[in-house]
């Protein structure tokens, strides 16, 4: 079971994100609610903060990243925040998504 990913992964995660202009993220690293298995996500947040604040556009998608910028108090440090996770990317899929169609009728 996985549960979080190690040191040398969540650094590689945040050397990456340190140069982005643009970053969407969409799901934990693993289980942030339990703080033994939190450091993974937490170091990710951090690293999409830090980009954001440095100019970087930072779109965090679906209810547990969500959750996980809310817990670390990031909520105010990103771009913006979507609770629509599958939603979100099959629009960025192109695909259509049925609340959409019915208002564009």
Known sequence: ???????????????????????????????????????????????????????AFSLIGGGDSAAAVYQFGFDDKVSYVSTGGGALLEYFEGKVLPGIAAIEG
């Open 1 to 55: 079971m996985s549960l979080d990913i190690g040191p040398d992964s969540a650094a590689a995660f945040a050397e990456a994100i340190k140069s982005c202009r643009t970053v969407f993220w969409n799901g934990p690293m693993g289980v942030f609610e339990m703080p033994a298995f939190e450091r993974g996500t937490k170091t990710v947040a951090q690293s999409v903060a830090d980009a954001t604040e440095g100019g």
